[in-house]
């Protein structure tokens, strides 16, 4: 059974950063792509980033580019999401995933494990 937990989250001003983290137990970590998906109270959850199994292909939701960096650590088996440029309406529960493959994919139903998010609110 694969477990994954998010910190990192809290309260920041806009324009402010703040770094993610994403724990993984078990011994595939460096086998799967992960991903940062995020959901506002209201809205549907949506993607955020999406890192391949080695790193070295990332995808970004376009309201994030420029300003949040997905990386992974195969070594801790973590995966990051850095976050800087805050602004209220990234305002969300942030969750990390697994992904079922090596490549990086944006579509929800192409990650198969879940961690329980952790709330990042930015106030204006």
């Known amino acids: 059974q694969v477990q994954l937990v998010e910190s990192g989250g809290g309260l920041v001003q806009a324009g402010g950063s703040l770094r993610l983290s994403c724990a993984a137990s078990?011994?595939?970590?460096?086998?799967?792509?992960m991903g940062w998906f995020r959901q506002a109270p209201g809205r549907e959850r949506e993607f955020v980033a999406a890192v391949n199994w080695f790193g070295g292909d990332r995808y970004y939701t376009d309201s994030v580019k420029g300003r949040f960096t997905i990386s992974r650590d195969n070594a801790k088996n973590t995966v990051y999401l850095q976050m800087t440029s805050l602004k209220p309406e990234d305002t969300a529960v942030y969750y990390c995933?697994?992904?079922?493959?090596?490549?990086?994919?944006?579509?929800?139903?192409?990650?198969?494990?879940w961690g329980q998010g952790t709330q990042v609110t930015v106030s204006s």
């Open positions: 995933a697994r992904a079922r493959s090596l490549d990086s994919v944006l579509r929800e139903n192409e990650y198969t494990y």
């Open positions: 078990g011994r595939t970590f460096s086998s799967y792509a």
